[in-house]
């Protein structure tokens, strides 16, 4: 029947309390004319693996060619590592990738928005023009970044955004 075996398309859990959040945020921005979104500073924060150990990978050899370098999986004996990084950009330029060497905890999410962001957005939009867009992770609402994030909201307004949403940011694809 050309079955396949293969993992299930991970997605992020949405309520319908979500998917209203989502509408309404997407009917809201339908009408930003394009001079608006180059103002926004897109940023996420990601995890990778270091070595691809996490079982998804899956192949189909055929008889005899199990040992090819194409069919195989390299590991190592403690597991192979993973990075953190935070990153952002806007249509006028890249903006700085920083390693997170710890959890990524409100007074960590706080040092990377004053010391690379801040300057980021200084530079990229002088005139305090900017948008800064984060998602809704916890560390993004700490009280300690959103009183921080309130201090300045007069040289970047932070753009609010619809809960379990990454997918509409386009720094999610980058």
Known sequence: MGLCS????RMFLLTKHHRQ???Q???EHRDRIMDELK???WTVKSQFLIHH???RVRVRPLPGEQLLPSNTAGHTQAGGGRIMLWGTF???SLGPVVVVEQTMKAANYLNITAYQLYPY?????PTGNGIFQQDNAPCHKARI??????KHTDEFPLMLWPPNSPDLNPMEHI
């Open 25 to 27: 945020w997407a009917r």
């Open 90 to 92: 806007s249509w006028a």
């Open 21 to 23: 959040l989502r509408l």
């Open 53 to 55: 150990v996490d079982g």
């Open 145 to 150: 970044v959103l009183e921080w994030l309130e």
């Open 6 to 9: 293969r993992r299930p398309t």
């Open 39 to 41: 103002r926004v500073a």
């Open 121 to 125: 957005m200084a530079f990229v939009f």
